[in-house]
């Protein structure tokens, strides 16, 4: 089986972590957010992953290359030259997918994390009979997305309804999608939507199904998603595999601390953390729902919550660092200082506090 | 010049509870005056300063609190610097030269040679044995203390203009439009006893008026719906002005420090001149430590000897801790004054704030305040017993007694 991950454009709303390193090369949990999804691929047996990508592929080929062998699969790059919207990469990428088994194809939005139940998957696709299948997750509020009208029983989709002013349903695309290889006769090599072009007419023919995704689902493409995503990873984790979780009396709820991670004295730690490899978080330290890239200082006495720590950037004594901080690589906050929502670019020092939330160019 | 026996009072003026209310919520606690600054009460402040004026006999506070609430002080004090203090209650606010002239046969009981007249809410070095060389010198019936401030604030003050050559005050006008001088009352003064003629001659002068029972479009200014009663003097306007440019009153300037004590925030600036002062007069009040077995301590810090700080808390610059307070583990503290029993759990932050009576902040917590000190919500103040809870944070806000907060504030006044 093959798979094709729509990695996209230069993933602004990720900002300004996407400034020093690509999105699906951005960490989550400690773990590039691509990889999580190649793992779940690999385990189901994918043996050929496709990234349609717009930007930098020799950035990601070097990083993948490594991968290819860690995780044994064949990854390989398909580079639009200019913006083919959801579909239009799937005709671009073509050749890569069709083989000669004519079995069905994944095709993933690469800012969406979940379980990933491809098996499941797959024997929905088989049982329905239909042309493709697609994950759909129910959200509190379904007047915000584009809803998926289907049969209850079947999973039979009828229709799509963008953004919704009265309640059609509160089921929404959740970007995992399993394809015959016939839905690529479908596609045009040019700007293209899946979720507005194809999908229509694939339900208007009866052949498209939607499943209920069981367990979580994020899709994590802007800060403040990125850290209730690690909050639903950490709690299906817990349940997967706890001995994965870090504990003991200075940690709360599901942490994640990487083995080359060193935690000092009277440290606070907890819920819903993630401390990256190489970090260094010394003592009297309070951390809550954030995430420390690599490398990361967090110093005496700091208070750390609602937050993402860039690569290699520090944190002063008695700083406080909350409410959808985001600091990108290499920013240093000194010592006392309060960061209330500030968003900080690469390379820059923070010597007086930031009060309410705003951008540090 | 005065022989070396002549005796010297001073008074202190010290307002009363329907003043100050700028002051609040500190004020709602405690008289104004009684509020510590550098780990001393306001008024304590002059009061020491006045132990450097020769022959120094009596030291009066006049004001309209109850006496009860200054009495615990009085006694204290007088014990304290071997000078007799002594509390006299107005029955009502009379104008500062009303309040003096109202005790003018105690002021004068020992047949004092000067009065020094104060009021308690400015923060300077009052430099008295040198005003009252200077005013011997000059040979009037007093001599004010002026300070040169930039031209943008002189308006909210006294301003005035002296001679450049005999520091003769030619003009004084209170609170201008347009800008007059650069040079401003301070609030420190020294008269010889004719100044209680002075005071008498306008109470005279406005009884007169009164029997006419029409006001006068200066009387009118001040008081929209009713004429001031004759025995409320205020001495600016009544006093200083008319007196101007007759050779009676003449000027001293100060080259050190000067601020009016009206707000919260302007107290945390004068915490800070005094612990300054502190440097030069009294260097055993100011605590010392590098975190081994003591906390570090950064610039000038106060510390009560019944206060308890953790060696690993950090303090300074700046920080006044009162009696009873506890400070934990890993605390940081800058800039800010904590009162009696106020307690700063494990890794709490406090900047820029003061923190009210029994008050407790939670472990991780911050309470931040701007730091601009003349802004409404410059500084962060917390009322009497407000509990701030663990992690949360206090920013820019007033909070009045009694209160818990769970949640993050800012820029908030908590009723």
């Not at chain 1, 993933?108 to 990933?116: E, G, P, Q, T």
């Amino acid at each position: 089986m093959k798979a094709l991950i729509l990695v996209g454009g230069f993933g602004t709303r990720l900002r300004p972590l996407t400034l020093s390193v690509p999105k699906p090369l951005v960490e989550f949990a400690n773990k590039p957010m691509i990889l999580h999804q190649i793992e779940a691929l690999k385990a189901i047996g994918v043996t050929e992953v496709v990234l349609a990508i717009n930007y930098q592929p020799e950035v990601m080929m070097n990083f993948l290359k490594e991968f290819e062998e860690k995780v044994g699969i064949k990854i390989t790059c398909s580079q639009e030259t200019e913006p083919l919207g959801t579909a239009g990469p799937l005709a671009l990428a073509k050749d890569k997918l069709i083989d000669d088994s004519g079995s069905p194809f994944f095709v993933l939005n690469s800012d969406v994390i979940s379980d990933y139940p491809f098996k499941e998957m797959i024997e929905f696709h088989n049982a329905h009979g239909g042309e493709a299948s697609i994950m759909v997750t129910k959200v509190d509020e379904p007047s915000k997305y584009g809803v998926v009208v289907m049969e209850e029983a079947t999973g039979k989709v009828e229709r799509f309804v963008e953004k919704p002013k009265l309640f059609v349903g509160n089921k929404i695309n959740a970007g995992i999608y399993l394809l015959n290889p016939s839905v690529l006769d479908r596609i045009e090599l040019k700007p293209t939507s899946i979720e507005k072009e194809i999908f229509p007419k694939i339900a208007a023919e009866e052949k498209l199904y939607a499943m209920t995704l069981p367990g979580f689902w994020m899709d994590i493409g802007q800060p403040k998603d990125y850290i209730t995503g690690l909050t639903l990873y950490l709690d299906s984790l817990r349940k997967k595999s706890p001995s994965k979780l870090a504990s003991g009396s200075n940690i709360v709820g599901n942490v994640l601390v990487h083995e080359t991670a060193k935690i000092g004295e009277g440290c606070l730690i907890g819920p819903d953390v993630a401390i990256g490899p190489g970090c260094v978080i010394e003592s009297g330290v309070r951390l809550s729902r954030c995430t420390m890239m690599r490398g990361v200082r967090i110093k005496n006495h700091a208070c750390i919550s609602s937050s993402i720590i860039g690569w290699h950037s520090t944190v002063g004594q008695w700083a406080r660092v909350e409410n959808m901080t985001i600091l990108g690589e290499d920013v240093h906050v000194g010592d006392e200082v309060y960061s209330n929502g500030g968003v900080v670019l690469p390379h820059k020092e923070i010597k007086s506090s930031i009060l309410k939330p705003e951008i540090v160019m | 010049m005065g022989s070396s026996d002549e005796k010297v009072v001073a008074v202190i003026m010290v307002g009363g509870p329907t003043k100050g209310t700028r002051f609040r919520p500190l004020s709602l606690n405690i008289p104004k005056p009684l509020f510590p600054l550098a780990g001393h009460p306001m008024v304590h402040h002059p009061i020491n300063a006045c132990k450097r004026i020769p022959n120094l006999a009596q030291i009066y506070l006049v004001g309209f609190y109850e006496e009860r609430e200054f009495a615990l002080y009085v006694s204290s004090i007088s014990n304290e610097l071997r000078v007799p203090v002594r509390y006299l209650k107005e029955d009502k606010p009379h104008g500062s030269a009303g309040g003096l002239y109202k005790f003018r046969d105690l002021i004068m009981e020992d047949s004092p040679s000067h009065i020094f007249l104060l009021n308690c809410d400015v923060c300077c070095s009052f430099p008295l044995p040198e005003m009252l060389e200077a005013h011997r010198s000059y040979g009037g019936i007093g001599t004010i203390l002026v300070i040169k401030v930039s031209a943008e604030s002189a308006s909210q003050f006294g301003e005035l203009v002296a001679d450049p050559v005999t520091n003769e005050l030619l003009h004084y006008t209170e609170k201008p439009e347009t800008f007059v001088s650069d040079r401003i009352n301070c609030g420190v003064y020294i008269f010889t006893p004719e100044i209680f003629t002075a005071i008498q001659d306008v109470s005279t002068q406005r009884k007169d008026r009164a029997n006419l029972r029409r006001m006068s479009s200066f009387e009118a200014l001040q008081s929209a719906t009713r004429s001031l009663p004759a025995d409320f003097v205020r001495l600016d306007q009544d006093i200083l002005s008319p007196l101007a440019g007759k050779k009676k009153l003449y000027t001293y300037e100060t080259m050190d420090y000067w601020e009016q004590i009206k707000t919260p925030g302007m107290s945390l600036k004068c915490s800070a001149l005094y612990l300054g002062h502190y440097r030069h007069t009294s260097p055993h009040l100011l605590a010392i430590g590098d975190g081994t077995k003591s906390a570090t301590i950064i610039g000038d810090v106060y510390i009560h000897p019944s206060a308890k700080v953790h060696p690993t808390a950090k303090l300074g610059p700046n920080v006044s801790i009162s009696a009873n307070a506890r400070v934990g583990p890993g605390a940081r503290l800058i800039s800010c004054i904590l009162l009696d029993d106020v307690e700063v759990k494990e890794n709490g932050v406090v900047i820029h704030s003061i923190v009210g009576w029994k008050s407790s902040i939670g472990r991780w917590s911050r309470v931040q305040g701007g730091g601009d000190y003349n802004a409404k919500l410059g500084i962060t103040i917390l009322g009497e017993s407000v509990a701030v809870e663990d992690e949360v944070v206090v920013i820019n806000s007033i909070v009045l007694p009694n209160k818990t907060l769970n949640i993050s504030v800012q820029e908030e006044i908590i009723l």
